[in-house]
């Protein structure tokens, strides 16, 4: 862009970005008039300011930003502090002295709110294994679990939780108990070849890793955990120093997230 100055809204801004119509280092300043807006995670400066965030230290444009505050308003203290370090950059208020200076020790929450998923559908995975178990007589804790972190984390985190129950399926299928008499037919051992199917379905299965990107057709986590990956990036360059909890109602979730946070 052959421009000494240009000025354009944020959503014209990320276009030319994603279309690398604009480079990052041929920028000598950026000024934004709403900064805050950073920490809107369907703004585009949320992703503009990840993208400065992966940007070497070297290509990065110097950063102003301006807005109007309340300085009495520890709400909109905590805003300007939190745009400042996501941005990593000086933002300017009215009075930046007093905006910035009476934060004090205690933080303060952001809260983003998400609406429950409109739509959720079963994996292959499910609808495969429920043909051996219609009514989820047998493995039914497994598919209570893939049911809720389907909703809570999505569908990588669905399959994620067959994978994990493999462990304890190799061990139950070794016991003497599955031992049974081919030549007799019982309930007992419909349940085993119930049992055995299921293993040999999920053992053959061909699982994907979590794939974040919102705009692809393999994407494969929750908007939630997509939006909770996008936050915690803000925070690599503090690399050992940054300390975070998330805290949920399931312990099955929390071991869902841990994987895709893993992988």
Not at 90 to 119: C, M, N, Q, W, Y
Not at 228 to 246: M, N, P, T, W, Y
Request: hydrophobic content about 40%; some cysteine.
């Amino acid at each position: 862009m052959n421009k000494d100055v240009a000025v354009m809204s944020g959503h014209t801004f990320l276009h030319y970005y994603q279309s690398e119509a604009i480079v990052f280092h041929q920028i000598g300043v950026l000024v934004f008039q709403q900064p805050d807006l950073a920490m809107q995670l369907d703004s585009p400066m949320s992703e503009i300011a990840l993208a400065l965030a992966e940007t070497i230290e070297e290509e990065k444009p110097r950063i102003i930003g301006t807005f109007l505050q309340r300085p009495d308003d520890p709400e909109t203290r905590y805003v300007h502090v939190e745009t400042e370090r996501v941005l990593r950059a000086r933002l300017f208020g009215k009075d930046t002295h007093a905006v910035t200076s009476p934060l004090g020790k205690k933080p303060k929450e952001l809260i983003i709110r998400f609406g429950p998923p409109k739509k959720v559908v079963d994996t292959a995975l499910c609808k495969h294994l429920r043909t051996f178990s219609k009514s989820e007589v047998y493995f039914r804790p497994e598919f209570r679990s893939a049911k809720i972190v389907l909703r809570e984390v999505g569908s990588f985190a669905s399959d994620w939780v067959w994978r994990r129950a493999l462990k304890n399926m190799d061990k139950e299928l070794d016991s003497p108990l599955y031992e049974v008499d081919n030549s007799v037919d019982s309930p007992e051992k419909q349940e085993i070849n119930t049992r055995r199917n299921v293993y040999k379905s999920i053992k053959n299965w061909t699982f994907t890793i979590p794939n974040l990107d919102i705009g692809s057709r393999g994407f494969n986590v929750s908007p939630k955990i997509a939006s909770l990956v996008q936050i915690l990036q803000c925070f690599q360059k503090d690399a050992e120093k940054f300390r975070g909890i998330v805290l949920v109602r399931r312990r099955i979730t929390a071991l869902a997230i841990v994987e895709v946070l893993r992988t």
